[in-house]
């Protein structure tokens, strides 16, 4: 596996802006997993919250394509549960930022389906438009 470190536009400035964002060291994370553990998406996610800030410090590409980041809710149990008092939560929030300034909005209304549209609470359709456009 290759790791890339440059400096500058390289994926180590994406953990720049990720701890610059969410005001968290990632170095701090000592992989121990309890966030992954306590997480209630964890099988909807692609990469496990411990993983992705492993991802991050080892500057891996692929983190902002990563289903995890929308898959994330929030709901800060990692938060509560972590022993280097690492707000998982706000991590994922800053990769949502950084992945809607750089790839534009990630859902339209256009986009949505007849269906989906029909069902779906429209309070859930707003917060769902809010969550994914920039
Ligand atoms: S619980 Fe905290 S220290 Fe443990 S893997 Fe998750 S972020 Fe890292
Ligand atoms: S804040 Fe996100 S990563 Fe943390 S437990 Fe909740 S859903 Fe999982």
Redesign the pocket.
């Known amino acids: 596996m290759t790791i890339m470190i440059r400096a500058g536009g390289g994926p180590d400035e994406l953990l720049h802006k990720v701890e610059a964002l969410s005001g968290q060291s990632?170095f701090?994370?000592?992989?121990?997993?309890?966030?992954?553990a306590g997480c209630p998406f964890y099988e909807a996610m692609d990469l496990l919250?411990?993983a992705l800030?492993r991802h991050l410090t080892l500057g891996l590409p692929g983190v902002l394509e990563r289903r995890t980041i929308w898959i994330c809710v929030g709901c800060e149990s990692?938060v509560e549960?972590?022993?280097?008092?690492?707000d998982?939560a706000r991590?994922m929030e800053a990769l949502r930022q950084i992945r809607l300034q750089e790839g534009g909005d990630q859902l339209a209304v256009a986009q949505l389906q007849d269906e989906a549209l029909r069902e779906l609470p429209p309070i859930a359709i707003v917060a769902s438009l809010r969550r994914h456009t920039g």
């Open positions: 990632l701090g994370c000592y992989q121990c997993g309890t966030c992954a919250p411990d800030i990692c549960r972590c022993p280097r008092a690492i998982v991590v």
